[in-house]
């Protein structure tokens, strides 16, 4: 309570509440230097924690919006900062050509939904023929799909690519005595319900009181109306001895009341109407105290076992008013979808090898060749002669350098994709053979296939998808002393190492040439043929 604006009078500041709304509801806020974001959760399930908190048991509350969705809360860490949860609109497919959106994600209104779709369409990240939003009491977005759309590919696509997913950051901060805290929900909780128990402890303290007050006025006046005391005032002639005649007549049984007898007790009984006393029934009397003081034992018994007491006040109020108020939000495990495995390839990569450059943006007049199909968000990965490699983020037309010995679109996903080597180290001169696969790389980083020497060259590279091997013909230099020139070599003798590796001695005589001899096949698909990469060559081949 606080004095009201001129000080005369008090009026509540705060009002006490039972229930968490803050939980329940969610709150998002800033301030200088603050800010908060408390995730909405579920009426029943904050109930059933807040009895499991009374009974000593762990909690673990989770986030449950009134769009309903799914959501992903592996991460949430009890809504404390730092801490990240997904949620996702529920889609169905009505057809092959047609899905059909029910639930939007948390704080996405469905006018904002669709015009992400339309932008993700309109940059060719996604293909969609036509969205109309049907919502009325329920949310109904349908998306009409072009022949040759899968629409399991285009949910993924609409994940990666519009608000149908997005990513909240909680961050539960409260303010307690005056001073901010962060903490995390179920903390929250656990005060909110000892608050409550608080609360309900000082109601039935006050229940407690007025029902010992009532028991003794109603006493009083038994006594006042029973034993005509009212009768002994009649002939009193001031109204000092007409508070004394009363004062005189209770003496007897004051010793029974739960406190001392005060004038405003007495003024009181000076107040009952002759009306009343005429009327005056003392069985209906006697059974009205009698309701008041069993339920004074009630309210006392209550105060004995304040925590069952609070229990049962959650209780109760699950069972009134938890119909209707179940959970609309599924809790679900999100794959991470990489925008670059789900983006329809709208473009196509090309290459100059003379210039230098590649790019989806180059033309076939400018001395560009082919390589493949991509999107405008693939990376791209590059050997060149010197044996060096690289990944650069695709774009119109981008300088790579020249020499290139094998371009194509990077894919740090696949895991089996492996290269098998030959190079020459251009400070010993020993040439090396080497598997190896290019995973945890930084964009826009060189690196050395080789041992980084001057004069090193890449002689034979080829790419397997499934980490498959051929066997190479080597033919060493005719002026060298080595007795055998001409020999065959089988990738499948060394083991797949890290990209940083050496490798093993495939010879220490000058090298002539490098040729495929037995192409390779896949280990695990083996009636598959070579697989066909960007230069057009059986298993991505490349050779000096």
């Given amino acids: 309570m606080a004095k ?29 230097g603050l800010a908060t974001k408390i995730m909405p959760h579920n009426f029943c399930e904050i109930i059933e924690a807040s009895i499991a908190v009374l009974r000593g048991e762990q909690t673990n509350l989770l986030p449950d919006f009134p769009t309903g969705g799914l959501v992903d809360v592996s991460a949430y860490r009890g809504g404390a900062r730092g ?21 939007v994600p948390f704080g996405i209104t469905t006018g904002a939904l669709i015009e992400t779709i ?54 539960a901060c409260v303010i307690i005595d005056d001073k901010p ?61 007409v508070l004394a005649t009363i004062d005189r007549g209770l003496d007897p049984y004051k010793k029974d009341f739960y406190r001392e007898i005060i004038q405003e007790d007495i003024l009181r009984l000076t107040e009952i109407k002759i009306k009343r006393i005429s009327k005056y029934d003392t069985f209906k009397a006697d059974e009205l105290v009698r309701g008041w003081e069993k339920e004074l ?23 009134k008013y938890g119909a209707g108020r179940e959970r609309r939000t599924e809790i679900a ?32 007049d400018e001395h560009a060749e082919y390589v493949s199909d991509c999107s405008d968000i693939d990376d791209v990965i590059a050997f060149t002669e010197e044996g060096k490699y690289f990944i650069k983020k695709i774009d119109e037309k981008v300088y790579v350098g020249k020499n290139i010995v094998h ?64 066997t190479l013909s080597i033919k060493l230099s005719n002026t060298c002393k080595a007795k055998i020139k001409v020999f065959e070599y089988d990738f499948a003798e060394i083991d797949i190492k890290g ?20 192409k390779a096949r896949p280990k695990k698909v083996e009636d598959e043929g070579p697989k066909l990469f960007g230069n057009g060559q059986p298993n991505g081949q490349h050779q000096a």
């Fill in 4 to 32: 009201s604006y001129d000080g005369r009078k008090k009026e509540p500041i705060t009002l006490p509440v039972k229930f968490p709304l803050l939980l329940a509801q969610g709150t998002e806020g800033i301030a200088v």
């Fill in 83 to 103: 801490g990240k949860i997904r949620v996702r609109a529920r889609m169905e497919i009505a057809s092959r050509r047609k899905l059909i959106i029910r639930d």
């Fill in 118 to 171: 339309l932008k993700a369409n309109d940059l060719g990240k996604i293909k969609v023929k036509k969205v109309t939003d049907n919502t009325a009491k329920e949310v109904e977005i349908v998306i009409e799909l072009p022949t040759g759309v899968e629409p399991e590919t285009t949910i993924d696509a609409l994940y990666a690519f519009s608000n149908c997913e997005v990513s909240i950051s909680p961050n």
């Fill in 181 to 241: 805290h962060f903490l995390d929900v179920n903390e929250m909780l656990r005060i909110s319900t000892l608050n409550t128990q608080e609360l309900l402890r000082q109601e039935l303290e006050i229940r407690k009181q007025e029902l010992l007050e009532k028991i003794l006025y109603g006493s009083l006046e038994k006594i006042f109306i029973e034993n005509r005391i009212y009768r002994d005032i009649e002939e009193c002639t001031t109204w000092e001895s």
């Fill in 297 to 319: 034992t009630e309210v006392e018994k209550n105060l004995r076992n304040l925590n069952r007491y609070a229990i049962r006040y959650f209780e109760n109020l699950l069972k």
């Fill in 333 to 364: 495990e999100f794959d991470v979808i990489k925008a670059a495995e789900v983006a329809i390839n709208n473009a196509k990569l090309y290459v100059d090898r003379a210039g230098g450059f590649m790019g989806y943006g180059l033309k076939r």
């Fill in 407 to 470: 371009i194509g679109i990077f894919n740090e996903g696949a895991k089996n994709l492996t290269y098998n080597a030959v190079y020459l180290d251009g400070e010993s001169g020993t040439t090396y053979v080497k598997r190896f696969k290019v995973d945890a790389v930084i964009r826009d980083r060189e690196y050395d296939l080789s041992k980084g020497t001057p004069r090193s060259k890449l002689l034979y590279l080829s790419v397997n998808p499934q980490e498959e091997t051929e």
């Fill in 499 to 518: 990209k940083n590796a050496q490798g093993n001695i495939l010879t220490k005589y000058p090298v002539k040439k490098v040729e495929l001899a037995k």
